[in-house]
């Protein structure tokens, strides 16, 4: 029952977020602005959208590498794989999938793309409670987030405590695997954040590509003729990726459109400037990634976790 509601939930907010941009758009002065569209600035925001690609993979990469043994090569690949599987599986489920490319074991590998996006969700969550006036609480969240990364050996050992207790003999063989995931886990977990260089070099280059994508919706809208303000992209962006996490539309597709627009404001270049620049920044990255994957599946790639 609650899948066939999540279904529903998604049928509508797709449905909706359709119905609105529709709603925004002027298919003559639309034919106006695709003519009228500058190449150099839509050059640029091809520019910042592969400079937030790299550094997003680079992120995860310097993890990566504080766990196991890997090239930046597999680990792009398998980046770029997480574009199109995330197009076709939940979210959680894509990115859960695009780790067992880069090889490896995978539970620490895991646990390294873990870290890698902890910065950015900070970021984004204190951006998002800051901006929309919770300041006390955005500081108080971000505090108890940042003490969480460090006493993180409390909640591990919390939640081997509860597998020990449930131990029996007819659970053995699922309790016993489930120990061993956890204790991967965070042993990948602790490991990735010992070195406190790499750690603080992941909130800044999280910093950098948020910064990249808020450019890239201005320089977007540019392309387009829409002059957009810093605090309206950066109210786009934060709209956006809200919509799209709450959606359940594979990929966001129109939820990240729609809020976009709600934050840059009503018009047909704004819809316009939203679809192009999620198409640069994501939906022209989940079709390299396909190629990618599809390629990766063809040849087959290494896998020494023995799982």
Known sequence: MNEKIKKLFTLFAFSISV??????????????????????YLSLALILALLTVLLSCFRWYIFLNEVQRTSFKKTFKAYLSGYYLISILPPTLGHIAKVRLVGGDYFRALSSLAMSTVAEVILVIGLTLIFIGFTKVGVVLLLLTLLILIYEKGIYTLIDSILKAIEHPKLEKLTSSLRNYSERLYSGWREAKENKIVFALSFLLSAITLILQILGIIVVGRAFGLSISLTAALKGFIISTIFASISGIPAGVGANEFGLVLGIGSSTKAAISAFSYKFIFQYMWAIV??????????GGYEDSSGE
């Not at 529709?22 to 500058?38: M, P, V």
């Not at 990634?289 to 063809?298: D, E, N, P, Q, T």
Request: cysteine-free; proline content about 3%; glycine content about 6%.
């Open 19 to 40: 119905l609105y941009l529709y709603k925004q758009i002027d298919f003559e002065e639309l034919k106006l602005a695709l003519r009228q569209a500058s190449p150099l």
């Open 289 to 298: 990634g396909a190629m990618v994957f599809y390629k990766i599946l063809g």
